[in-house]
């Protein structure tokens, strides 16, 4: 097992007591400590892998059944607002996994995100009762740089549309 080396300031030697290196100070109990940490992680391994197992047994008509359906929205780099049956409260957070559409995403994006506005239904979105306004709260910076990637493909795409339904015309 390697020491752990601590960097001594020039304050410590003024001290009769040196620190001595964090291994020799626990001796036996760091690799009894990182032993239970290993076990642990198998532990938590085979539960996962029993999860997954699970989850790939759900036919598309059981995953929708239970997760519900894809929701049509209005995607940005820092918030979404998307329609829902479900009235959500200003202020109320939710855990959201964001799949984008069929553009060669291959995981779905994982956020906290916050309700800011509530609002009353639109047909545009759906025969759902309300839309929702969150703000992404918790993203991981390679998920926001993936959803501003995908929202910019997106709108070049439209432009192409309309383009080339211009020239046909």
Not at 13 to 24: H, L, V
Not at 121 to 147: C, M, N, S, W
Request: a negative charge; charged letters at 30%.
């Amino acid at each position: 097992m390697a020491k752990i080396q601590f960097e001594r300031s020039q304050e410590s030697d003024r001290y009769a007591m040196r620190p001595r290196g964090m291994t020799r100070m626990l001796g036996e109990e760091v690799e009894f400590v990182f032993r239970q940490i290993h076990e642990s992680i198998e532990r938590l391994e085979h539960k996962l892998d029993y999860l997954i197992m699970m989850a790939d047994r759900l036919d598309a008509h059981d995953a929708r059944k239970a997760f519900g359906g894809p929701v049509r929205c209005d995607v940005s780099g820092s918030g979404m607002l998307f329609a829902t049956d479900h009235e959500l409260p200003a202020g109320t957070y939710l855990r959201m996994s964001i799949i984008l559409g069929t553009y060669n995403i291959t995981r779905p994006l994982h956020c906290i995100a916050k309700v800011v506005r509530l609002d009353d239904g639109d047909p545009v979105f759906g025969p759902q009762k309300y839309r929702v306004a969150v703000d992404y709260t918790h993203i991981a910076d390679d998920d926001r740089e993936t959803l501003i990637a995908h929202v910019f493909d997106v709108q070049r795409a439209e432009l192409r549309a309309r383009r080339q339904a211009g020239e046909e015309s």
